[in-house]
């Protein structure tokens, strides 16, 4: 134990956050393909795609909502449109607002698009108008009236030379606008719903046309008619053209008809074949076990230099899919709701698997914050385990089942291999065995634990789901279970309840004498919380359990005994996770208010609070080498820390080394009498007392007056603000004014005023000067007086002598 003390950890440091960035509304994708354009809010939110990372965030100094916002084709100028009626552009890499007006609609903007050349800027309003706006030359060049409610969508010709933009309203035509006259040309009618989006052929000769009355219409843009009517059967919010130079023949696609891709409320993308109206190709979607509701699409965009496409899902996810194959290449989840639960994943902690406030749980890629999300629960997810091989791991829902999923070592893909439901109500805590995949606990709002036995094969099984069924079940407590833990060696199982208990039991081991049937025994009771007990856990190296409590502390129970060894008290609300760090010697804690604590065991100490999140801390894990640890918070973040400790003390002892060189190096200048070397070293170190060491030095020389000033005239002004500084505490020391003085009158001879005054602090210093200066005048004057009374009595005292004799 003594060894582990070198290994105390001092602090954590925030290395990676995975936090909400889009929260439904408009999504764009720049023209180079690197960076994703989201609204959240008041703010635009730039992720870029190689990463996962917000890169940029553009936010309304109004803290207005952005109703909707464009990015030009060259990617160079981006326009936000808020509810304040503003339009704001800026330079979205340096996050500036370059210039803002006054949008002349009379209620928000609604919709947005540049023209090809990054010159025209449309805005549709909610009051049935569209304005053109000359970005180059500042001012409005049209005012298009005629559509009937809110423009929803406009877009421009992609060849810039008929000067012709389409747009939509609420009467569900397309009208075509011809910018020269201003005039609108012609309604095209097919739909009978709202249009939701348009595509265009690469020849500009041909359109799709998409809309929520599931049809798509196939347009001729020369004659301005129809051509075919696609029926696909669900209410279409994207379409996007498939290329017709590329071998697609993995998605259907066999000639090189006209055919594109629809994404809607079916939560898949299909491929249509235009010249038959048929869907040649339909996405498959992870297997759900219990026919999830469909997940619906929101919006399509096509990434033609890459080959690839982006859909949007009503559950804030962005998808990125690569042709030919449809693929999914990355998925990024725009909002998680509140983070319920959080546990490291993978071989070397390469992953997290995230339970959020819904029936999905998130596994992300810690590397590139690319997502996969798992289907399977039919209600909440409340609580994750991992298997210490970080390969397996168990879930727990509201929907009163247990799950097992394994994580394949090499592509990373997830999958659920067992499933059980007997519990009559949540389950809201589960673990596992910790030295082999031997069986799993669940504690539930019945009040009950189970323990469920895992198959031999859980680690290799393919194929169907494994049946799961309870070895025992137990009425453990009064109240609903909210944390249930195993020890080390899988004899000893851990519950703590809302009743404020935490118990102790014995585990018999699968097919021991007396086993089947009889359950855990009760070994003990912890009593001491005031209130619900939130979590236990056993220490990895000693015989001590550690409880946290909604009375606001962390207990440590001895299990011999079942006393109340340690209370660690510091949050001010209910403390939710507690976890062993440091080979059992120091805990990590997390808390309602917000907070995740540090304890070093030994000394009851609370060594570090770390301040990262908004809301409650729910998800707390330690990753298995020791080194980082991962928190979630109702606020919807999740932050990765990193263990700082041996970077900081490095970096502590790196500074007390070069403090020791510098010490040195001063010591010998001064020796060797180079006093303006020595003076500025010493400024360097900000060290006042070592400054005035090499001031008394000089004065003590000869020539001390002339030496002072050459020395003091040739600092850098930065020197000379800090030795003014040092001047003003100086003077208000006795033994030190006469150092402070000298400096001064050299300082106020030879600089003028205006100078000084230019110093950064210097008036309040000056102002700090006078009261002690006119105090050290008051005392050399009183000084003066008494040596001067000396001088008369010994002068007396000669004359009264020599006459005597």
Known sequence: MENTNLHFKTNYAASNKIEPFYKGGKVQISKDEKFIFCTCGSRVNILEISTGKIVHSIEQDDQEDITSFALSYDDEILVTASRALLLKQWDWKQAQCTRSWRAIHTIPIASMTFDPTSTLLATGGCDGTIKLWDIIKQYCTHNLKGSSGVVHLVHFHPDMSLLQLFSSSADCGIRLWDLRSSLCLCVLQSHFSAVTSLAFTASGDSMVSSGRDKICTVWDLKTRTATRTVPVYEAVEGVALLPEDQDLSQIGVQNHDLHFITAGSKGVLRVWEASTSRCVYTQTLPSTHDGDDPRSLTYLLTMGASHRVAAVTAEHNITLYQLPALSTQQQFVGYNDEILDVKFLGKNDSHIVVATNSCQLKVFELLTNSCQILYGHTDTVLSLDVFKKGLLFASCAKDKSVRVWRMDEDSGQVVCVAQGSSHANSVGCITFSRMKESFLVSGSQDCTVKVWDLPDNITTTTGDLVGLSARVTEKAHDKDINSVAVSPN????????????????????????????????????????????????????????????????????????????????????????????????????????????????????????????????????????????????????????????????????????????????????????????????????????????????????????????????????????????????????????????????????????????????????????IPYTERHMQRIGRLLQSSMFIDYMWQKMRVTGSSSM
């Not at 009743?499 to 699968?510: E, T």
């Not at 604590?597 to 609370?606: D, P, R």
């Open 490 to 769: 899988d004899k000893l199982l851990a519950s703590g309840s809302q009743d404020r208990m935490a118990k102790l039991w014995s585990l018999g081991a699968p097919g021991a004498p007396g086993a089947p049937g009889a359950g855990p025994a009760l070994l003990g009771v912890f009593r001491g919380h005031k209130r619900g007990v939130w979590a236990v856990c056993f220490s990895p190296v000693d015989q001590v359990l550690a409880s946290s409590s909604a009375d606001g502390t962390a207990k440590l129970w001895s299990l011999q005994d079942y006393s109340c060894l340690k209370t660690f008290e510091g949050h001010d609300a209910s403390v939710l996770k507690i976890v062993f760090v440091s080979r059992g010697t120091q805990l990590l804690t997390s808390g309602s208010d917000g907070l995740v604590k540090l304890w070093t065991i030994k000394t009851n100490e609370c060594v570090k609070t770390l301040d990262a999140h908004q809301d409650k801390v729910w998800g707390l894990h330690a990753s298995r080498q020791d080194h980082k640890m991962v928190t979630g918070s109702a606020d919807s973040t999740i932050t990765i820390w990193d263990d700082v400790t041996e970077v900081e003390q490095a970096e502590e002892q790196a500074k007390q080394e070069d403090q020791i060189l510098k010490q040195q190096e001063l010591s010998n200048l001064l020796h060797e009498k180079k006093y303006l070397k020595a003076l500025g070293l010493a400024i360097s170190l900000d060290q006042p007392h070592t400054v005035l060491t090499v001031i008394r030095a000089i004065r003590q020389s000869e020539d001390s007056r002339d030496l002072l000033e050459r020395t003091l005239l040739k600092l850098r002004l930065d020197q000379k603000e800090s030795l003014l500084r040092y001047c003003a505490v100086w003077n208000t020391n006795a033994r030190s004014c006469l150092d402070a003085q000298a400096v001064l009158q050299v300082l106020l001879t030879h600089l003028a005023p205006e100078e000084l005054l230019q110093y950064q602090g210097a008036r309040g210093h000056l102002e700090g000067l």
